[in-house]
């Protein structure tokens, strides 16, 4: 008899053998509303079960694939500095061995600590980025790591025209005006997608989902729901889409399981995972 | 004085005068995820008062018509082919009365209980199904009586052609491919709703809903939430466009107030129930 | 130091500096479903801080604007009459002030304290009406003061044709077919809107949203969700249009914050009311 | 086949044979916190089938008896004074046709109506009062009929020296000295009880429990939860006890299912109700 | 990197170094009234890294001892008998391999699986029960495999006067008379164990706690609470007292997470469960 | 008409009249577990409306006293040390205006930074803590500012012998053990309680209290319930008792609304609060 082991349906593969590297980064220590995103990976493994692992809408299985789950980091609480970089060096280690790495959130200001390793393997990494807010701020409380900020910071990085936004509808209104002379900030939809496709192809691209991008009829299961957002069917159409491009790492973050008391929220992020995980193979 | 009298609204009237006779199968034994249905019926009668009994979708009134609640049967929990034997007993009374009968779930395999009872009374049985979920599996877990195996079941009854599927958007890969060759299976929406009634027309139908057919942002209180489902709206024209056929029996199930902490699904399916039993009238 | 002070988010000017002044009217009493409204005013208030001043719908900030709240009305339970007259009040002062009056429900009810106010100051008043129900109903178990019977209240005092109601999806059928030759009852949806916008140009307008109007999938945090209702966005562009009228008084009632489990009908709320005192200034 | 009936489990009994009538009172208007208790007693009704019908408590059981349930009065809201009047009535019919009433809540503002009729059967009629609260305010938020005066105005017509109050530890400080010299109040607990007992032999007795003397750990499914209370064990002894009186009519008020997440509060109720209904047969 | 291994604190030894082994019987199929127990033991397992591996009751801490934990065994569900079965098969094995089961329910009739494992092992086996209810009925709902008649069962094989039950406050009058003549039925609390441990001294033990014994306000996460219930300090004290004995095998059922909003029941089966894995080594 | 003002009931006093100074400190940032005591403070306030002002346990009304309610710290989130300083200097103002600083959590962290002021101002500080946990680590998941390292941190400034530790059950071995030659731990319970305050009588005091001293059964809304706690009256006779020696300041911490799902835990710590603040008038 073994341990019991837990990871994302369809995702049984060991490390070598697998070109996808799941782990999760339970981590919500700067976000200022409501936390819970702590909880998002956990719950996305455990709740995968309810789900199938095959996609009718892209005809493929994730028992064809080899995708490996680490399970969660264990990250420490207070201390935002060390907690990126325990993910960067987690994803260090995945680029070395010429894997892909996919982050399961925890809260947005994760997606750095992640990029900061791939901007090493990639220096001319492209973000694309799904959203509700436009995660710009200069600070947010006089900090300058925060979910709030987390899309400046990467922009400090990456530098102008890297970042592709979608799906915003909130922010500070400096926010959205800064947007226009250093990000592409595509407002409300996906609108703008299929040109940014075009333009990225062949490049290295981080491609980071805020689920809360989706409506909070659908995904009310998160720290701050805006409403207005996509739906499922647009934001499976996008992922699809954005499987074209070389995406040479990924994150799905801010599913809070504590305000999901139905599981729905759950339940589409598992799925929405799934077929993430089918459109770049 | 008369001990306290529950009825889904607009359904006081007595057995003999009823052409429609409900009754709710309050069982959910086979469900191996999240169960939670067996309070579906209750929850749906108890709730019923909180909406009205006229349609302005259809400017009809339940005031109108006579229906007979028999409120839910007493089934046990553990052996399943006891509980499908007194759904069947139920069934073919109403159906010997010359009535229609409407059950209330449960899981969807109560289903099947009826389903045995109208293919004595309607040897030509066919069937229209609206679901998120195939249902076509041989077995589950080792059970050939199953939640995820009642439409496979009922299609060893009425054999090929027979069932008609809508909003399906689950399943393993074999099932969808098994269903090519002997269902009607339509993906994702009712497209192809309308070709099946004509087919249809003047036969006996047998009419069972799986309310995970709607999109859980507006149904999210069932156990197995299913993204890119339905509108009401959607549903609601369906269920119009069913109601032209001659509908021999029908029931509703999977909705499980347990996951409905706002009441808002216990709502819709009673909204629901209020639109098919003016449908067929 | 200074005691704390909570209002709602971008409302902090003082009362003589404002054009705009709200008020909560906490208030329930008539409700005969599921109460819970009378948190309503207070939730949204304190909720707001979950979302930003900035609308990048309209492009406006309520940084640029002034506007008062006073928090909430100190209102008895167990006697209707009274608690409309206090409200009646409350309002009389903002108008004679030559304010704005916005209340924050609340059932619908306390709109007939509001209007009572309005029509002394605007005898020639108009009412915008979005709901769910129709609330015409002459009287409600016995009780002629009723959430339920609110619209024909206030037909009593403003007379035929002056009631505008859109999205309006249930009520009993005497209800719909009086409205026929009294109100301009527009079911379902916005479709008439524009036309009674041009119609009411200049003329004194009183603004009642009822939040049930939206879709339950959207707004599940209200005593009595009715499936098929209009979409936020849908909703945003008809206040938007609204807005282009001489609006004197308006209120946003029935968020009952208990089947609020995930925020989301909270943080919806406060969004359209950011987008209301937007459009109308 | 007959309309489904929803009773007390083990109250199926007919009026006519039976010596105790149930009745349900669900009312809340007057609560001024937290409301939700107007869902009581259909609660109790509906989750006394998770319990049986024999004490081991008393080694008696319910199937012994003859009682009988009517169900819930129909209420109106927002008219405090009506909604008493109909209580009234329904206990005086009981009264006169030489049986025991025995209301369940609602809020407490309830007992007044039953109270109103006890008193013209029995002109010297006694009150055991077990509450959390002195309910003793002369008039609230302006009102005199509320939840928080209706031992006030018991006092008005029942006079000095014939309310003996139990478990009461929340209340204005003035109510606690007024008591002192018009009611015969115990705080904190039953202290007193076997005195008062030993007073009221073969007087006729009101017995009225407001479920919130109970401890929150035990019962926290009521509108104003008030730490410190009695247990369980010790409200079942003095049921006991105050069962060896004349008890002419009872109530059982304040469950508000709506705080009573794990449905434990809503278990204790229907389990103090049939301890309730032995101790008095 | 290895897959996430999830097993309960403490326990992360392996099989072969083991005395103790855990496993999890996720099934609750014949639960009538409300389900959820499945989701105990896994809900037990991922909460516990909420509390410490040290007891300051007993001194000792799981670090100290070499204690194997499987996770859950997967269960059919519509098929009692063959859920038993491989109940019975596991814990064959770890009798075989001269371990001690440690089974987390799931409902109360797993233990039947584990107990006609152990009287194949030790036949001249003991029971030591605590529940608030005697589980002797013949039947319940026609089906002889119940949890409401588990302790029947078990009396069929282990006969009369080997059956301790403790806490008992809950059954039919007729299993309280039966318990008379065939088990050693307590009612209440643990008045009566001191002695049965001084009978039992050397014999082989099983020892099943139903977490309903506790008092629902220290643990509502069970479908069935029944006030009156036992403390955590007199639970606590009693499995001290019954690991003075030779426990060849144990279970804790009954934990339905479902109805514990706030995580306390969770957690108190956590620490219940470690004093017992510290109390018999 | 003045803006909205939100204070804990009974505390409108102005800051320069008041003796005692109310302030919330809303962060949880380090809390590893399950997080949420950042809404307490505000919960509190909020629900505070829920009790009365008199308490017939002291016969003492808040009416009576002067105390102030500042509101809530707006503290960053993500950066440990600058809150702790935020803190202090809040509480450095309180007490040069010569005045008793009362924190209202958060997590137990915050009480780092008010000690740090205490101290300045009361070299010779003295601390009593009511908690179920130790909070005696040296270090956390690698750091060393945490609520699981709070006391230790204060033990680096006050030294041995001046912390008094009532009602602990939860921790590491090594802090147990730790505990026996640096503070004075007092395990499960209040006894010692007595002793320590005859040792402490006329020296300054800082008195800290972790809610989840309490059992978990009165107080579930907490981020780690642990069992064995001890109950309200025994809480209540313990601040009395402390409400005796000089208290310079004093906290009240760790209640988490989101797992307060009844509300009673909320409550009870307003009725904790006011009860602390009558003790040590």
Known sequence: MNNNVEVFIGCESNYEDSNVVLFGAPFDGTTSYRPGTRFGSKAIRSESFGIETYSPYQDKDLEDYKIFDYGDLELCFGNTERVLKDIEEQADTIFNDEKIPGMMGGEHLVTLGAVRAAVKKYPDLNIIHFDAHTDLREEYLGETLS???????????????????????????????????????????????????????????????????????????????????????????????????????????????????????????????????????
């Open 147 to 281: 979910h709030a900020t987390v899309m400046r910071r990467i922009h400090d990085i990456v530098g102008d025209n890297k970042i592709h936004q979608f799906g915003i509808r909130s922010g500070e209104r400096k926010e959205f005006y800064w947007a226009k002379e250093h990000t592409n900030l595509n407002k409300f939809n996906f609108n703008g997608l299929e040109e940014a496709v075009k333009l990225l192809q062949g490049k290295p691209v981080y491609f980071t989902i805020d689920l809360d991008v989706l409506d909070p009829s659908e995904f009310c299961g998160t720290g701050t729901p805006e409403a207005g957002g996509v739906s499922f069917t647009e934001l499976l159409n996008a992922i699809i889409e954005v499987g074209k491009l070389n995406i040479v790492g990924f994150d799905m973050v801010e599913l809070s399981p504590i305000y999901d008391q139905s599981g729905a929220s759950t339940a589409i992020a598992c799925k929405i995972l799934r077929e993430l995980l089918l459109s770049i193979q």
